[in-house]
């Protein structure tokens, strides 16, 4: 039989990991507005910040240089799988017939499955420089909750994961992953704080969001002064971390000869797409035509959806406000499977972004990611977490229309991380138990 190719891989050596973070707002059209203390009415103070944060989170948050560089002890955890390859989705364009390039970026071989060790490795680092003892933070689908945890682990730091209860359920192993590397992890709403304790006495069977498991863990962060809040997605931090992505990204389509088209992501709040498609907003902005796309779930569709507007990112209004695009922190979204998607706002810059007109959005249902992310691991023998998938969904659109009009362009997406710990929900998809959860009114907050 003729190898006709399913793939092909573009590879850079290690010593091309990036030596600096992308900050991108020195380039965007203006600067994000301040963040607001909740209980002044306020911009929020540096010792606001500080005593939230690590210093030198609460520093980059701020900061407007263009490079910051990348610590050296973080940079050589990086080898651990950096630099992710390039791969071409030869097979998916046979199957689509289509003229367009497809290209992922494989962020599934880092240790803990998924992009989210990037940041977790720098937060842990500059925590345990700065004397702290142990960080808290919340968790979606557990991506992030296991790549910290494994990052703690490494810098000698203790962790607590407040992850939102429908997961903490719905996928045990990747709890169970996160309790391996040596974390406590409670499902939120829980029993342990104020906040959660008064969620579970209105509802007992609250299936908790993001939002509620941030509150629970800044209500940790204050009742322990040796503790920092740790911030998976929302941050301009954590966005800044994971440029390492389109950095590497840039330098292996140069190889190839090729400009990107469009930059496709899922979008919960935002960190998988802001690393990798933000460092090439400058040539958006300077006229390259680039469709920066992202991928929501129908039943949270924040940039779809929601309104750019000052809201909170958390569900008790105890972090700061910010101006970004919103359902409202008192939305719960219903318990999908792609639990990293299921936040109620996007990051600021994110939300940026979009409300200047310089990022699309689509929403789809569940089921149409997961029939995508099953056509694509047929194909290719990857299985994308439902994250993930959402950006295949995407992309498969963007590739018909290609179709349609003759056009041979450059499609590149984040595969964001591996579905490996999801084969539960792959499971009740192939049994056809699987169910579409649309949210068909956005201002009111819905109880699953």
Request: net charge negative.
């Given at each position: 039989?003729?190898?006709?190719?399913?793939?092909?891989?573009?590879?850079?050596?290690?010593?091309?990991?990036?030596?600096?973070?992308?900050?991108?707002?020195?380039?965007?059209?203006?600067?994000?507005?301040?963040?607001?203390?909740?209980?002044?009415?306020?911009?929020?103070?540096?010792?606001?910040?500080?005593?939230?944060?690590?210093?030198?989170?609460?520093?980059?948050?701020?900061?407007?240089?263009?490079?910051?560089?990348?610590?050296?002890?973080?940079?050589?955890?990086?080898?651990?799988?950096?630099?992710?390859?390039?791969?071409?989705?030869?097979?998916?364009?046979?199957?689509?017939?289509?003229?367009?390039?497809?290209?992922?970026?494989?962020?599934?071989?880092?240790?803990?499955?998924?992009?989210?060790?990037?940041?977790?490795?720098?937060?842990?680092?500059?925590?345990?420089?700065?004397?702290?003892?142990?960080?808290?933070?919340?968790?979606?689908?557990?991506?992030?909750?296991?790549?910290?945890?494994?990052?703690?682990?490494?810098?000698?730091?203790?962790?607590?994961v407040y992850m939102i209860r429908?997961?903490?359920?719905?996928?045990?192993?990747?709890?169970?992953?996160?309790?391996?590397?040596?974390?406590?992890?409670?499902?939120?709403?829980?029993?342990?704080?104020?906040?959660?304790?008064?969620?579970?006495?209105?509802?007992?069977?609250?299936?908790?969001?993001?939002?509620?498991?941030?509150?629970?863990?800044?209500?940790?962060?204050?009742?322990?002064?040796?503790?920092?809040?740790?911030?998976?997605?929302?941050?301009?931090?954590?966005?800044?971390?994971?440029?390492?992505?389109?950095?590497?990204?840039?330098?292996?389509?140069?190889?190839?000869?090729?400009?990107?088209?469009?930059?496709?992501?899922?979008?919960?709040?935002?960190?998988?797409?802001?690393?990798?498609?933000?460092?090439?907003?400058?040539?958006?902005?300077?006229?390259?035509?680039?469709?920066?796309?992202?991928?929501?779930?129908?039943?949270?569709?924040?940039?779809?959806?929601?309104?750019?507007?000052?809201?909170?990112?958390?569900?008790?209004?105890?972090?700061?406000?910010?101006?970004?695009?919103?359902?409202?922190?008192?939305?719960?979204?219903?318990?999908?499977?792609?639990?990293g998607l299921r936040y109620h706002?996007?990051?600021?810059?994110?939300?940026?972004?979009?409300?200047?007109?310089?990022?699309?959005?689509?929403?789809?249902?569940?089921?149409?990611?997961?029939?995508?992310?099953?056509?694509?691991?047929?194909?290719?023998?990857?299985?994308?977490?439902?994250?993930?998938?959402?950006?295949?969904?995407?992309?498969?659109?963007?590739?018909?229309?290609?179709?349609?009009?003759?056009?041979?362009?450059?499609?590149?997406?984040?595969?964001?991380?591996?579905?490996?710990?999801?084969?539960?929900?792959?499971?009740?998809?192939?049994?056809?138990?699987?169910?579409?959860?649309?949210?068909?009114?956005?201002?009111?907050?819905?109880?699953?």
């Amino acid at each position: 039989m003729k190898n006709i190719g399913i793939s092909e891989r573009i590879d850079l050596p290690v010593d091309r990991i990036p030596t600096r973070w992308y900050n991108v707002i020195p380039d965007l059209p203006r600067l994000p507005e301040e963040y607001v203390d909740s209980s002044t009415g306020k911009p929020v103070t540096r010792e606001f910040m500080d005593r939230l944060l690590t210093p030198a989170m609460a520093a980059q948050e701020r900061s407007t240089e263009r490079w910051i560089s990348i610590p050296e002890p973080v940079r050589d955890a990086y080898q651990l799988w950096r630099p992710t390859p390039l791969i071409r989705a030869l097979a998916l364009e046979r199957e689509l017939d289509t003229p367009a390039q497809i290209y992922f970026k494989y962020e599934g071989t880092s240790p803990s499955g998924s992009h989210k060790l990037n940041s977790a490795l720098a937060q842990a680092y500059y925590a345990k420089r700065d004397g702290h003892t142990r960080l808290v933070t919340d968790t979606g689908a557990g991506q992030w909750g296991s790549a910290l945890a494994l990052a703690c682990k490494l810098m000698g730091l203790d962790l607590l994961v407040y992850m939102i209860r429908a997961s903490y359920h719905q996928k045990p192993y990747r709890r169970h992953l996160i309790e391996t590397y040596g974390a406590e992890v409670r499902p939120s709403p829980s029993t342990t704080t104020d906040f959660g304790q008064r969620l579970l006495a209105a509802d007992p069977d609250h299936p908790g969001s993001e939002a509620t498991a941030v509150s629970e863990a800044i209500e940790s962060v204050y009742a322990d002064p040796g503790s920092r809040l740790a911030v998976g997605a929302f941050s301009n931090h954590c966005l800044l971390h994971h440029t390492v992505i389109g950095l590497e990204l840039r330098e292996q389509l140069a190889i190839i000869g090729r400009t990107p088209d469009y930059l496709v992501a899922s979008v919960g709040c935002g960190s998988n797409l802001g690393g990798f498609a933000n460092p090439f907003l400058e040539d958006k902005l300077n006229g390259a035509d680039i469709t920066i796309l992202a991928a929501e779930p129908e039943a949270c569709a924040t940039l779809t959806h929601g309104e750019y507007r000052l809201d909170f990112a958390d569900a008790q209004g105890k972090a700061p406000a910010a101006y970004t695009y919103t359902l409202g922190h008192d939305f719960v979204p219903p318990p999908i499977h792609a639990g990293g998607l299921r936040y109620h706002g996007c990051a600021p810059l994110v939300g940026l972004l979009r409300h200047e007109g310089l990022l699309d959005a689509r929403a789809f249902p569940q089921t149409e990611v997961f029939a995508a992310a099953k056509t694509f691991a047929q194909l290719h023998g990857y299985l994308p977490a439902p994250e993930s998938a959402h950006a295949i969904r995407a992309v498969i659109d963007i590739a018909n229309d290609c179709k349609r009009t003759g056009r041979d362009a450059t499609i590149v997406f984040n595969y964001s991380g591996h579905g490996l710990l999801d084969l539960g929900a792959y499971g009740r998809f192939n049994a056809g138990l699987l169910q579409d959860v649309e949210t068909e009114d956005f201002s009111t907050p819905v109880q699953a």
